[in-house]
């Protein structure tokens, strides 16, 4: 079993929809989860992260952690074609540390105008 | 919010010659940086994980007599391939962490390629 796991897509969604994108973990241990957003052929930029239960929101996007369920997901409302890129979920330890992050391979967006 | 500085972006060699890859943290203290490799349509590739002051931890597989690390500074870490093959084309990307912040940021990625 891979320790960050995510459907690698393409996910297509017409423009204007929610895109939900899903991850699960193995390491009961992690503390602290990412979702990175990189378009082809530069490097990844964060978008949100997430350490407690629950819901975070940031404008359109919506990041949702469920520790007992090793699981965590992003949520992007009102879907623009900008928003077409692969989406990395990573996983690491607590807050503050410098603990490497564990990352998944990436699901593929594409949002149809 | 934190800038990691990375140069070239990228950069073509002849196959042998030796590449150094700089990541700058611009406004925060970077104490570990990590580096990472990135193939075509392939996801991130944990290469090492560089401490300042001290020896880089390097991950299963990577050859760390090829790729040397050095973080000497709190704000400067190296790349360099040695000896570069074809096969080291890549795209290489450091990472680092600001402590007051709570995500990682990335340089802009070096794109390698040898000839």
């Known amino acids: 079993q891979k320790e960050v796991e995510q459907n690698s897509g393409p996910l297509s969604v017409p423009e204007g929809a929610i895109a939900s994108l899903n991850c699960t973990y193995s390491?009961?241990?992690?503390?602290?989860f990412f979702w990175y957003r990189q378009y082809s052929g530069k490097s990844p930029e964060l978008i949100m992260f997430?350490?407690s239960n629950g819901d975070k929101e940031d404008g359109r996007f919506t990041a949702q952690l469920n520790k007992a369920s090793q699981y965590v997901s992003l949520l992007i409302r009102d879907s623009q074609p900008s928003d077409s890129a692969t989406y990395l979920c990573?996983?690491?330890?607590?807050?503050?540390?410098?603990?490497?992050?564990?990352w998944g391979l990436g699901t593929s967006l594409a949002v149809n105008p | 919010g934190a800038v990691v500085s990375q140069h070239p972006s990228w950069v073509i060699c002849k196959s042998g010659t030796s590449v150094k890859i700089e990541c700058r943290s611009l406004?925060?203290?970077?104490?570990?940086m990590f580096w990472y490799r990135q193939f075509p349509k392939q996801s991130l590739m944990l290469m090492a994980t560089?401490?300042?002051?001290?020896?880089?931890?390097?991950e299963q597989g990577v050859e760390k007599d090829k790729f040397l690390i050095n973080h000497a500074s709190l704000t400067l870490s190296t790349l360099t391939v040695t000896s570069a093959h074809p096969e080291d084309s890549s795209f290489y990307i450091c990472?680092?962490?600001?402590?007051?912040?709570?995500?990682?940021?990335f340089g802009s990625g070096t794109r390698l390629t040898v000839v």
């Open positions: 990472s680092a962490r600001d402590t007051g912040l709570y995500g990682y940021t």
């Open positions: 406004d925060f203290q970077a104490t570990t």
């Open positions: 560089s401490n300042e002051g001290s020896k880089a931890t390097y």
């Open positions: 390491d009961r241990g992690s503390q602290s």
């Open positions: 997430i350490y």
């Open positions: 990573a996983v690491g330890g607590r807050a503050g540390n410098n603990r490497k992050l564990i």
